[in-house]
């Protein structure tokens, strides 16, 4: 499989040295807001585009990323939470009373946030 994956990198990596070498002679400048850029090939601004929207794609997965750990680490407090609870039930005979406990600072900031 490793040798499959080789290949299909260095047939895209080949092409796209021939697509900078076959536009080597098409030059253009770039105006951006009052910005002028000085006379360079088109490839160097279709690769420095392609970086630009690889970097911003990177940054919003990450952030992304960020908001689902975040959403998980709650998740899991939540989990954990039930989990104590039902183990306490389980444990509590048929005609016990049970004293339900009373809320924390944490269940009173996750009522409202919900």
Not at 17 to 42: E, I
Not at 71 to 87: A, F, G, I, P, T
Request: charged share 25%; no cysteine.
């Amino acid at each position: 499989m490793w040798i499959l994956r080789w290949i299909v990198s260095a047939v895209i990596i080949l092409l796209i040295l021939g697509f900078a070498l076959y536009n080597m002679d098409q030059t253009v400048s770039v105006t951006f807001l009052k910005w002028k850029s000085p006379v360079l090939p088109l490839w160097f601004f279709l690769y420095i585009s392609f970086g630009a929207g690889m970097l911003f794609w990177v940054a919003v997965s990450a952030l992304n990323a960020l908001k689902l750990k975040r959403e998980n680490r709650s998740l899991e407090r939540q989990y954990k939470k039930v989990k104590n609870e039902l183990d306490r039930l389980r444990n509590v005979g048929i005609e016990e009373e049970m004293e339900p406990e009373p809320p924390t600072e944490e269940d009173n900031a996750t009522l409202i946030e919900s």
